[in-house]
């Protein structure tokens, strides 16, 4: 009977003793996932940071590959060719994506293509400088005047109306459109091609300088026409707005060219200042 008693004492004993060794690997399990968890977790958040850090320094190499782009157009007279408002939107977008990388990536992919935008745009700008393909006065002024990013294109109806000698318009600003018969017309010769030219670069630039055109439009009583032909008389010497062009010996044609309003000095001096704030300049966003 001790024996029995004793024995049965062994089993019970041994039995706590083997649900004590159960409880202590079960904690033991739960304390290694509890630190392989931290451990994981640890490590996402030191992932997240580091392609935080990828992200932001892509955008700066982004940012950085813009400006190597701009840096060749400053002074280009043609302001919109840089839109400056893009930019520094994109940088603000990047700063409140500062801490979200997917954010902060699409800022980096939206910026990489206006540089492709802005680079495209003036690829093959010396070559068109270099060719008259039409072999015209209007072809080589346009040229001459744009460095090469205004083309001359021919029409039989212009896209302002049939009875435009030449057009731009806002959603081409570097496109001359001409109608066609100018390149034939006998009351037309190159000098007077030239100076319509001349007074079609002006709606050019009017188009590509938004706010220096609007400051000066008010000293023509808001007329973009007679700015432009004050463009023309302005910076083409000895040009008029009338004509005469010979037909024989003994008769002529007279011609007007342009909208009949001579400018005065005043605005020909306000056409130099419009002139000298044009244009491409460099400057510095996100600050």
Known sequence: MVLSVLLFVVVVAGGFGFFWVVTQLEEARTQIQDQQQKITDQQQRLDEQQEMIDRKEQFGAAMDDLYATVDPLVGLPYSTVVPWDRVENLAESAWNHRRNATGLGQDVEVLKELTTEISEQSAGVADQAASNA???????????????????????????????????????????????????????????RTGAAYHEYAHVLQFTNPGPTDAALASFGGDVETMADCYALTFLDGWSLDHEVSIDEYSYYEVSIGYGYTCDAAQRQVIRDWVGRLGVTRQTVGG
Request: charged residues 15%; hydrophobic residues 35%; proline residues 5%.
């Open 134 to 192: 039409s072999g015209t006065a209007w072809e080589a002024t346009l040229d001459s005047l744009g460095r090469g990013w205004v083309s001359t294109v021919f029409d039989d109806t212009t896209p302002c109306g049939a009875t435009a000698l030449a057009c731009v318009t806002s959603t081409d600003p570097f496109t001359v459109h001409v109608r066609a018969g100018t390149r034939t017309d006998p009351t037309m010769t190159d000098w007077i």
